[in-house]
Nanobody
Framework: QVQLVESGGGLVQIGGSLRLSCAAS????????MGWYRQTPGKERELVATITGGGNTNYADSVKGRFTISRDNAKNTVILQMNSLKFEDATVYYC????????????????WGQGTQVSVSS
């Protein structure tokens, strides 16, 4: 129905920056919320940041002031700018969106990307 393609993951030094991108494609009718989650082994998947269609943002306390989420509605793309990276930020990041598809335009469904690795070195 809807596919999410992530890019921008990689290795960065402590205190460095990284920019993650995610583009939604396929049978998209409309997109409500887009965002990023992350999951570290031994922990549940947790919210990093989300942004609604109206531009309202929500951040995890641990990333406030360091990460910035934005979106390009024309391109169905969400961006996560990560600055001042810490060891605790190193894990797999998953793109997320809630969207209505052309096949079911009255229903919101959750979609997930396959994940992109963010590694932090000293």
């Amino acid at each position: 129905q809807v596919q999410l393609v992530e890019s921008g993951g990689g290795l960065v030094q402590i205190g460095g920056s990284l920019r993650l991108s995610c583009a939604a494609s396929g049978s998209v009718f409309s997109i409500e919320t887009m965002g990023w989650y992350r999951q570290t082994p031994g922990k549940e998947r947790e919210l990093v940041a989300t942004i609604t269609g109206g531009g309202n943002t929500n951040y995890a306390d641990s990333v406030k002031g360091r990460f910035t989420i934005s979106r390009d509605n024309a391109k169905n793309t969400v961006i996560l700018q990560m600055n001042s990276l810490k060891f605790e930020d190193a894990t797999v990041y998953y793109c997320y969106c809630s969207a209505k598809s052309l096949r079911t335009p009255l229903s919101l469904w959750d979609y997930w990307g396959q994940g992109t690795q963010v590694s932090v070195s000293s």
